[in-house]
């Protein structure tokens, strides 16, 4: 790494810090994984870096039209299911929320994006963690320290499937596809309620 890239590699390692460390969990079950992510965090100083085995902290969101009561969803081509827009932190992300937003932007094809927050500062919703093979298919299997946003799309948004989609499609709360998992169903869930 260049001495600048180690600056901004320190900066969104203390902005991670910071975020999971003000954030207030919603239940026991998220206030253990965000101390576990805290714990990763001081332990791993490249610990937001897909190079950071066997774990690393990823950041995604999901990326709602409230007004139409529905959430936009990637079918991921290594995973097979329908998942949030999201993925690996970069060495020019300033900060988590910033991953998020980059990520979801770039698989949604939505300009304009709003990261859920308070008082102007975007704020995580939710925390997974969850096994993947990230470094290929041949690879063992790694673990994401997933953060998870709520991205507020524009009035009247058009989505544009990216090259890392299979599909893109908004879904009616109400009426996800069979091929997610109950960390996207309780994330949508937690997005709905959100959003009003």
Not at 22 to 35: G, I
Not at 60 to 79: M, N
Not at 124 to 129: A, E, H, I, N, S
């Amino acid at each position: 790494m260049t001495a600048t890239e180690t600056d901004r590699a320190g900066a969104l390692h203390a902005d991670a810090v910071r975020a999971l460390g003000e954030w207030q969990p919603a239940d026991p079950e998220q206030e253990r994984l965000r101390l576990s992510y805290l714990r990763h965090l001081a332990e791993q100083p490249e610990g937001l870096y897909r190079s950071c085995l066997p774990a690393h902290i990823t950041a995604s969101a999901a990326v709602v039209d409230p007004a139409g009561g529905r959430v936009l969803l990637t079918l991921h081509p290594k995973v097979g299911r329908w998942l949030q827009m999201g993925g690996h932190c970069e060495p020019g992300d300033p900060d988590l929320a910033s991953a998020a937003l980059r990520e979801a932007t770039e698989e949604s094809g939505i300009p304009g994006l709003t990261l859920l927050g308070r008082d102007g500062v975007p704020v995580p919703v939710k925390l997974d963690r969850h096994q993947v093979r990230c470094t290929g298919k041949d690879r063992p299997e790694n673990t994401h320290l997933d953060v998870q946003y709520v991205a507020v799309a524009p009035p009247g948004a058009q989505a544009l499937i990216s090259e890392e989609s299979l599909d893109l499609r908004w879904f009616d709360y109400d009426h996800l596809p069979e091929l997610t998992d109950h960390s996207v169903r309780e994330l949508v869930a937690r997005a709905r309620q959100l959003t009003g």
